[in-house]
C-alpha cells in the first residue's frame, strides 16, 4: 500500500491497516502468523516534505530458537513515531550540524511511501536481537546434535586445535 503525498496535503489522514500473513516478506526463518494490524494517523508538513507517522502495530511472528532450533512464538505489540524526509533532503549530518533527533529521520523517494516495506521493517525492529524460546535454553550438543532442553548427552567436546596450550604449559 502507498502513502502518497497528495493524500496528506488536506490534513492528517488516519491509518487502519492490515496486512495478512504471507503479505510481508519477513527474514529467512520468520513466519507472521497473525494478521499484522496497524492503527495511527499520517500527518505531511509541506514546508519540509516531511511525512510523520505515529500510532500502535501487533502481530504474532514465528522463528527458529537461536540456539535449539524449536519454534519461538513472539507476540508484538508495539508502538511508532516515524518521520521521512524527501531523499533529496538527505544530506550528511556533518554537512549540516543535525542534533541527535534529526538523524534518525529516513526517507522517501517520489511522492510517495511504501507502507508495507515501512511495517515490515517495524516489525523486523520490534523483534528481540537474540530470539530464544525461553530465557534460559541450553541449545544443542555440538557434538551429537541432542536438545539439551530435553536430555543431556554423554558427549565430550574435546578442543580439535587448542593454540593456548604453549601458553597455558609456560604459565604452569
Given at each position: 500500500?502507498?502513502?502518497t503525498?497528495r493524500?496528506l496535503e488536506?490534513?492528517p489522514?488516519p491509518?487502519?491497516l492490515?496486512?495478512?500473513?504471507g503479505?510481508?516478506e519477513l527474514?529467512?526463518?520468520?513466519?507472521q502468523?497473525?494478521?499484522l494490524v496497524v492503527?495511527?494517523?499520517?500527518?505531511y508538513?509541506?514546508?519540509?516534505?516531511?511525512?510523520q507517522?505515529?500510532g500502535r502495530?501487533?502481530?504474532n511472528?514465528?522463528?527458529d530458537c537461536d540456539?535449539?532450533?524449536?519454534?519461538?512464538?513472539f507476540?508484538?505489540d508495539?508502538?511508532?513515531?516515524?518521520?521521512y524526509?524527501p531523499?533529496?533532503?538527505?544530506?550528511p549530518?556533518?554537512?549540516?550540524?543535525?542534533?541527535?533527533e534529526a538523524?534518525?529521520?529516513?526517507?522517501y523517494?517520489g511522492?510517495?511511501l511504501?507502507?508495507?516495506?515501512?511495517?515490515r521493517?517495524?516489525v523486523?525492529?520490534?523483534?528481540?536481537?537474540?530470539?530464544?524460546?525461553r530465557?534460559?535454553?541450553h541449545g544443542l550438543?555440538?557434538?551429537?546434535g541432542a536438545?539439551w532442553?530435553?536430555r543431556e548427552?554423554?558427549?565430550?567436546t574435546a578442543?580439535?586445535?587448542d593454540r593456548w596450550?604453549?601458553?597455558?604449559?609456560?604459565k604452569?
Amino acid at each position: 500500500m502507498l502513502l502518497t503525498v497528495r493524500d496528506l496535503e488536506f490534513g492528517p489522514r488516519p491509518i487502519a491497516l492490515q496486512f495478512l500473513p504471507g503479505n510481508l516478506e519477513l527474514e529467512e526463518g520468520l513466519r507472521q502468523t497473525s494478521p499484522l494490524v496497524v492503527e495511527g494517523e499520517a500527518r505531511y508538513s509541506a514546508a519540509l516534505g516531511e511525512i510523520q507517522l505515529r500510532g500502535r502495530f501487533t502481530v504474532n511472528v514465528e522463528g527458529d530458537c537461536d540456539r535449539c532450533l524449536n519454534i519461538c512464538r513472539f507476540p508484538l505489540d508495539s508502538t511508532f513515531a516515524l518521520t521521512y524526509l524527501p531523499a533529496e533532503a538527505n544530506v550528511p549530518p556533518e554537512e549540516t550540524g543535525l542534533d541527535e533527533e534529526a538523524v534518525e529521520v529516513a526517507f522517501y523517494e517520489g511522492d510517495s511511501l511504501d507502507l508495507r516495506e515501512v511495517f515490515r521493517e517495524q516489525v523486523l525492529l520490534a523483534l528481540p536481537m537474540q530470539r530464544l524460546c525461553r530465557e534460559n535454553c541450553h541449545g544443542l550438543c555440538p557434538v551429537c546434535g541432542a536438545n539439551w532442553n530435553e536430555r543431556e548427552c554423554a558427549c565430550t567436546t574435546a578442543d580439535a586445535d587448542d593454540r593456548w596450550s604453549a601458553l597455558r604449559a609456560w604459565k604452569q
